[in-house]
């Protein structure tokens, strides 16, 4: 079955490095997000992306973040300057076809600042 | 703005039925979805149903909708120890693609021996 995958598993920063956590979506998906999970809380919608803009973003997703299909598969979230509070589980996910109604998830990249 | 509720913890014994509930605020909801998480793995689509429909089966999975009372709940038949998991409740104003999933904080499924 396929799947979306992202790279790496698990990333250890510096505060204020900048990071780019990988995905590579369903190959035929045209929908992609971003999602995050800070330990304990609630998985939070960051960022849709589709038609190679930005659909809508949440409140999280403020300048210090943004997204880009650099090659046709794959989809990068970049954090140009990490803070503590950014340290979370970081899912990506695609949807395709006409009605999208299926989300499928990557397993995470685990984001640690220091 | 939205909301997603769920209970953090049902323990049930291997073999029986599990039921997880979870209630949300937004009418409008169009999808209501389960996804499981297990240790260390990402959150896998379990099921998902429309609006417009009361009941969804498949295989020991049965979802059922009040949409009434916005109440949604998993039955897991024959519960076993491979159904340890967090089981997410979520929800979507349509089915557009564009917005994001509304996700409750998860309830942690114990199976007892």
């Known amino acids: 079955e396929p799947e979306v995958t992202q790279t790496p598993s698990h990333q250890v920063t510096q505060m204020g490095q900048e990071v780019i956590l990988r995905c590579v979506p369903i190959?035929?998906?045209?929908?992609f997000y971003w999602y995050r999970q800070i330990l304990g809380q609630k998985v939070e919608f960051l960022v849709s992306?589709?038609?190679?803009?930005?659909?809508?973003k949440s409140e999280i997703f403020d300048d210090q973040f943004s997204v880009e299909r650099p090659d046709g598969s794959n989809f990068t979230l970049k954090i140009r300057s990490t803070k503590l509070e950014d340290s979370a589980m970081y899912f990506c996910?695609?949807?395709?076809?006409?009605?999208?109604?299926?989300?499928?998830f990557g397993s995470g990249t685990q984001l640690s600042v220091l | 703005g939205e909301d997603v509720e769920q209970s953090l913890f049902l323990s049930v014994r291997e073999g029986d039925s599990s039921v997880i509930n979870c209630t949300y605020t937004?009418?409008?909801?169009?999808?209501l979805y389960w996804y499981k998480q297990e240790p260390g793995a990402g959150l896998q689509l379990l099921t998902y149903?429309?609006?417009?429909?009361d009941m969804k089966q498949d295989q020991r999975l049965t979802v059922l909708l009040n949409k009434k009372d916005k109440h949604l709940s998993l039955r897991i038949a024959d519960t076993q120890t491979g159904d340890s998991a967090i089981y997410f409740c979520a929800e979507r104003e349509t089915g557009g693609g564009a917005d994001g999933l509304t996700f409750g904080k998860g309830t942690h499924l114990i199976i007892q021996p």
């Open positions: 992306f589709y038609n190679n803009e930005i659909s809508e």
């Open positions: 996910a695609s949807g395709g076809e006409v009605v999208n109604e299926k989300l499928f």
């Open positions: 190959s035929n998906h045209l929908y």
């Open positions: 937004d009418s409008s909801s169009t999808y």
């Open positions: 149903i429309f609006s417009n429909m």
